[in-house]
């Protein structure tokens, strides 16, 4: 009886794995570490808590292009504080798809991709343009056109990719 007990406690010593937390982009984007301006605007619109509770109950997941400090250093001087409340809010969404997608699905995705900023309308307005060859990935928008340079999570059902600069969309 004495070994059986030893057996049995020897077995709960090691802890099971318990299930991973909330997925939280502020967390992955603090842990990239050159994100504080997009960071910033995600809390002020409150868009970073929906993307949260989107994407911990959606099964759709979600892609989000993430401007680096450099992205939003290299705008002319003045432009997000230019943008209304509103604007800064649609400015953000416009980096964030409701779908979640691989670098490979922005290979062969079919163009315009429709954005969070997209609303419900899938005309096209604030959509982006994905193409590519090989594993370099460009987005363009109309306006502005640049490469997905690394992804700071690749994984179901958020994909997060670095881009240099603010995907600013036509529509502004």
């Known amino acids: 009886a004495v070994f059986l007990s030893t057996e049995i406690t020897a077995q709960r010593a090691a802890p099971a794995p318990g299930p991973a937390g909330p997925i939280n982009i502020t967390a992955i984007?603090?842990?990239?570490?050159?994100?504080?301006?997009?960071?910033?605007?995600?809390?002020?619109?409150?868009?970073?808590?929906?993307?949260?509770?989107?994407?911990?109950?959606?099964?759709?997941?979600?892609?989000?292009?993430?401007?680096?400090d450099n992205a939003f250093q290299n705008l002319k001087p003045g432009t997000l504080n230019k943008?209304?409340?509103?604007?800064?809010?649609?400015?953000?969404?416009?980096?964030?798809?409701?779908?979640?997608?691989?670098?490979?699905?922005?290979?062969?995705?079919?163009?315009?991709?429709?954005?969070?900023?997209?609303?419900?309308?899938?005309g096209g307005v604030y959509g982006l343009n994905f193409t590519g060859q090989g594993n370099q990935v460009n987005v363009s928008t109309g306006v502005v056109e640049t490469r997905l340079s690394t992804s700071l999570r690749q994984e179901r059902p958020l994909a997060v990719y670095v881009v240099d600069m603010v995907l600013l969309p036509e529509e502004m």
Not at 29 to 52: H, P, S
Not at 89 to 114: A, C
């Open 83 to 122: 943008l209304s409340p509103d604007d800064q809010v649609k400015l953000i969404l416009y980096h964030v798809s409701p779908k979640f997608y691989t670098l490979e699905d922005l290979l062969s995705v079919s163009n315009p991709v429709r954005t969070q900023a997209s609303g419900r309308d899938v």
């Open 29 to 68: 984007l603090e842990k990239g570490g050159q994100f504080v301006t997009l960071i910033r605007l995600l809390n002020t619109t409150q868009i970073g808590n929906q993307i949260n509770i989107q994407i911990n109950s959606s099964s759709e997941g979600m892609t989000v292009l993430a401007p680096t």
